[in-house]
């Protein structure tokens, strides 16, 4: 992190950065262009290049499928990390957390209350749904802003409405 690099003096992040630019090397090919923006991006752009040389003749017959990598360091952008995800999907993240496309729900959130009169509901329990283009609604507003959605979910429910009525 960028503290421990510039306040505790430790690289060690850097190094392990390196290593799993490395790793990804051995799976996808050496990467033939390799850019750093910063001075601490500069620093792991060349230990990376110490690293490709001492591993040199046991290079990999992988052929590239990367071509180009550029690493930007905190010094350079300091504004990302404190930006906030202004679509759909990116507000259900900050929420409730997005793993492996799919999120997990309080089972009280999602289960209908009524149809559940006769059954407990166990505390705590929760319900894991797929976020993926298989949802035409999901697949419409995912990437839109959220302060658009209500209006855009407003014309769908009526869709449905109608349909349903027919």
């Known amino acids: 992190s960028l503290k421990q690099i510039t306040l505790d003096g430790d690289y060690s992040s850097l ?7 490395m790793r990804l090397q051995a799976f996808f090919g050496i990467i033939p262009n390799i850019m750093g923006k910063g ?7 060349e230990m990376l290049f110490r690293m490709r040389r001492e591993i040199a003749p046991e290079q990999s017959p992988v052929a590239p ?11 350079v952008d ?9 679509t759909y999907e990116g507000l259900i993240d900050e929420i409730f957390g997005i793993h492996n496309s799919t999120i997990e729900l309080p089972q009280e959130m999602v289960m209908d209350k009524q149809a559940l009169k006769d059954k407990p509901i166990p505390e705590g329990k929760k319900i894991k749904s797929p976020l993926n283009s298989n949802d035409k609604i999901f697949q419409d507003i995912r990437d ?8 855009m979910l407003n ?6 409405d109608e349909y349903y009525k027919e």
């Open 15 to 21: 190094y392990y950065t390196a290593r799993a630019l």
């Open 39 to 45: 001075i601490f991006s500069k620093f792991l752009v």
């Open 65 to 75: 499928e990367i071509d180009s990598i550029i690493v930007l360091d905190r010094t």
């Open 78 to 86: 300091s504004l990302t990390p404190l930006l906030t995800q202004l």
């Open 144 to 151: 839109s802003n959220f302060s658009s959605i209500s209006s």
């Open 155 to 160: 014309q769908k429910a009526k869709l449905i």
